[in-house]
């Protein structure tokens, strides 16, 4: 019986080069998003109650646009909901890439020796990681629909701000005030727009 060794095919080691690749990427563009995201939705939050303070701060003056300021710390809260949503699905994707990773790596060692023996592993882990995948593929089906209802919960806070800025602009002597409450908020949310569709890209490139 033979016992030479043999180089890892190009197939495996490729695929390992890959996957390693796209977690990484994943990982890395993830971090950024959760640090920059978590300061931008206090930021919202703290706009959103500004404009209630402004609010009551003038009375019955802007009462209509009292609604309009109830709305921005409403959105800001689903904000804050959709993000926790997010935050939830990225763990599993994250651990089905670690278990994948892992099991890659194993092959790959396993099929520099023998040929009897590497198909032997082969049978071994081979269902190990075909489960890695399907975990991959059904937690990256969930990210994907976490970051679809973020994106629509900012869609939907982005068309109170419109109003809001042409409520704003009805007020009279709190003209000035209320525009640029608005204003502030208004380019909060397109910051986070931007950033979670960016973030969406990233993700999109790395679950081809």
């Known amino acids: 019986m033979s016992t030479e060794l043999y180089a890892p095919p190009a197939s495996t080691a490729t695929t390992l080069l890959d996957l390693r690749d796209n977690f990484?990427?994943?990982?890395?563009?993830?971090?950024?998003?959760?640090r920059e995201l978590g300061k931008r939705l206090r930021e919202i939050d703290r706009k959103a109650l500004n404009a209630q303070v402004l609010v009551k701060r003038h009375g019955t003056q802007l009462a209509g646009y009292g609604v309009v300021a109830q709305s921005f710390r409403e959105g800001a809260q689903r904000m804050q909901e959709a993000a926790a949503e997010v935050r939830g699905a990225i763990q599993p994707l994250m651990s089905g890439f670690m278990e994948s990773l892992r099991e890659s790596q194993v092959l790959e060692?396993?099929?520099?020796?023998?040929?009897?023996e590497?198909?032997?592993a082969s049978a071994q882990h081979g269902?190990?990681?075909?489960?890695?995948?399907?975990?991959m593929r059904r937690a990256g089906m969930r990210l994907r629909q976490a970051l679809g209802r973020f994106d629509s919960v900012v869609a939907e806070l982005e068309y109170v701000v419109v109003n809001g800025r042409i409520?704003?602009?009805?007020?009279?002597?709190?003209?000035?005030?209320?525009a640029q409450v608005s204003t502030d908020m208004d380019r909060a949310v397109i910051l986070?727009?931007?950033?979670?569709?960016?973030?969406?890209?990233?993700?999109?490139?790395?679950?081809?």
Do not use: C, W
Request: glycine share 2%.
């Open 24 to 34: 990484i990427q994943i990982a890395d563009a993830t971090f950024a998003f959760q």
């Open 109 to 116: 060692k396993l099929a520099a020796r023998r040929v009897r």
């Open 118 to 120: 590497d198909r032997q």
């Open 127 to 135: 269902p190990q990681r075909t489960s890695h995948v399907e975990q």
């Open 167 to 178: 409520e704003a602009s009805l007020k009279g002597d709190a003209q000035f005030a209320l």
């Open 192 to 208: 986070v727009r931007d950033m979670l569709h960016n973030y969406v890209e990233q993700i999109e490139k790395a679950l081809l």
